[in-house]
């Protein structure tokens, strides 16, 4: 059955390093990988998308790469700063939507 | 303001006592969709809908309805609500697959 696993539970990184999650799938080819942030009590917010033909994604400090050779996207925050924390969901995409458990990252000041 | 709107918010019931959890939105969007979250379960999808009077199975579709009359609303039912629907309920909706998709506040359902 299709797979889906984010790296972490939990993910603590200094102000200002770069943090990187990792999602990983299995017995899928999804046409669309998505990145969604959600915070405490709320529904997620959509991040990013990235297309099975695509390498690279940015969008301001974010970066999502994707890997269908691997079966992989790695989400990198750089400068992060703490407000950045949250916890933060891959999803894979065709008619239907997967999601993955979520990786809770903290910034520390 | 575009927004996924969700009513009730918060609703306490009892085991066997039919309810139904609007959703709405006011993006003309073609796709919809209802998840539950659960601890250590993570985000699932229910129902999704493609367009008005389309809607297939998510991965726990046992237990729920949902209809797509109209393009604006998506309404999920419980005919006989039991216990382990407990959940938060989240509606989401875009216009298509390779789209964003905007989540809904969430409804918190509890069933004694």
């Known amino acids: 059955s299709q797979k889906i696993e984010q790296n972490s539970e939990a993910l603590n990184i200094q102000e200002g390093k770069t943090a990187t999650l990792t999602c990983n799938y299995t017995?899928?080819?999804?046409?669309?990988l998505q990145w969604y942030r959600q915070d405490p009590g709320r529904g997620p917010v959509f991040l990013l998308l990235?297309?099975?033909?695509?390498k690279e994604k940015r969008k301001e400090r974010l970066k999502v790469t994707f890997d269908t050779t691997l079966k992989q996207s790695l989400f990198h925050i750089t400068a992060s700063q703490p407000a950045d924390s949250a916890t933060y969901l891959c999803?894979?995409?065709?008619?239907?939507?997967?999601f993955g458990k979520g990786t809770r990252l903290h910034i520390l000041p | 303001e575009a927004q996924v709107t969700q009513n009730p918010r918060y609703l306490i019931t009892v085991t066997g006592k039919k309810l139904t959890v609007t959703c709405s939105q006011n993006?003309?969007?073609?796709?919809m969709s209802w998840y539950r979250q659960d601890p250590g379960l993570g985000l699932r999808q229910i129902y999704y809908?493609?367009?008005?009077?389309?809607?297939d199975k998510g991965d726990v579709p046992e237990g729920y309805k949902v209809s797509r009359k109209e393009k604006r609303n998506f309404p999920l039912i419980l005919e006989s609500p039991s216990p382990n629907q407990t959940s938060l309920y989240f509606c989401?909706?875009?216009f298509g697959r390779g789209d964003t998709q905007y989540f809904g506040p969430g409804t918190r359902l509890t069933v004694l």
């Open positions: 999803a894979l995409r065709d008619d239907k939507i997967i």
């Open positions: 990235i297309r099975e033909n695509e």
């Open positions: 809908s493609m367009n008005v009077e389309v809607t």
């Open positions: 017995n899928y080819s999804p046409a669309y």
């Open positions: 993006m003309n969007h073609e796709y």
């Open positions: 989401a909706s875009s």
